[in-house]
Every structure is written in C-alpha cells, then in structure tokens.
C-alpha cells in the first residue's frame, strides 16, 4: 500500500516570491521576506512543496506558454541553491479575458477554483486533508479549502477587498513565511474555528 503525503500548496508571487507582474525571467526573482526560511522548516516537518500558480501573462500575449518551463527550471535551480525541493509545479495559464486561443477563456484550474490543486494531488498522491494551502490573496484561501485543504492567508498588503465567503476565511493568518511552519504543526481546530468566526464578525 503506498501511503498519501501531506503537502504544502503555495502561490508564487507576493507569497514565495516578491510579486513583480507577470515576469518570468528568473534573473528577476527575489524571496518575499522568510520565504526560504519558511520553507526550509515546513520541508524539514516532511511536507512536501507545490506550487500552484495563476500565469494569465499566457492567455494575454505578454509571453509563451513555453515561457513557463524555463521560470520554472530557474526557480527550481534558485530553491536548490538553498536546498529547498519542490515536488511540483502547476500553472494556470487561463485568462476569461484572454486574448490568445486556446488559453482564452474559463477553466477549473485558474485560482480560486481548485484544479491546480486536485491536479497535484492526484499526480503526486497527497493526502489534500492533511495538507494546506498558503497565499498573500483570499483567492488563495478558497482554492485551498474547495480542494478539501486547511488555508493560511499571509497578510502582507496585497489582499484589498476582503469579501469573506464560506470558503474565503482563512483557518490561520501570518506575516510572512516564517510563521508557517509553526502553525502547521500546532494547529488547533478550535483555535482556527475561533479565528474564523472573529473574522466574519468584524465584517
């Protein structure tokens, strides 16, 4: 029998990386503050790392859908220098918007729907209810939690509107990277529920 593994899922930019629009150019990429920390220690829990990533700069012209491969070997080179893993990879590269077929229009993977990560999990038999979801946006949030995952909001500024919905309340709140791995491994359900509830009451 061959055992499912927990995972962190993780956005891309404005969460691992600093978020610079629609770049793929790796020489470009900087850490958010404790994201190599941050993920050093969840991947020493035994978590394994995917990155679950929306690439509409595809759908609207602004580069290849080849492109993708070489962000993603950059970025792969770039964690191993401080020898972080990442099992997987996942980009969206839809836009409704879009301008170049066929990635012009709706899909199931474009965060907040849950493709990207059901995706993953299936390829790289992860046990999504024991894994979680981290992004900088509520989107995040509730791509984490319709895929069956608990979801961790770092809240950094880039999220603006705040429109809470059933999936869309975060079970845990951070600063920064840094933070997550000690959230994860001492999550207490009645501790996120009460973190939950709060939030929807000072709406």
Not at 47 to 70: C, E, K, M, P, T
Not at 118 to 130: I, K, P, T, V, W
């Amino acid at each position: 029998m061959t055992w499912r593994r927990r995972a962190l899922f993780l956005d891309k930019d404005g969460t691992l990386l600093e978020d610079v629009p629609y770049n793929v150019d790796p020489s470009r990429m900087v850490f958010m503050d404790g994201g190599v920390e941050g993920l050093r220690s969840v991947q020493a829990a035994g978590y394994r790392l995917v990155v679950v990533s929306n690439q509409s700069g595809v759908a609207r012209g602004l580069f290849s859908i080849d492109a993708l491969d070489g962000m993603e070997r950059g970025l792969r080179a770039l964690l191993a220098r401080h020898r972080i893993r990442i099992d997987g990879f996942y980009w969206c590269p839809h836009h409704p918007d879009g301008v170049v077929r066929p990635y012009a229009g709706d899909c199931l993977c474009r965060k907040p729907r849950p493709g990207l990560i059901l995706q993953a999990a299936s390829e790289l038999n992860l046990d999504l209810a024991e894994s979680w979801m981290v992004g900088d946006i509520l989107d995040d949030v509730e791509a984490g939690h319709t895929a069956g995952c608990r979801a961790i909001l770092v809240n950094n500024g880039h999220e603006t509107e705040w429109v809470l919905g059933p999936r869309r309340v975060p079970d845990v709140i951070v600063r920064d990277l840094r933070q997550v791995a000690p959230v994860m491994l001492s999550a207490s359900p009645r501790r996120m529920a009460e973190q939950r509830r709060r939030m929807v009451g000072a709406q």
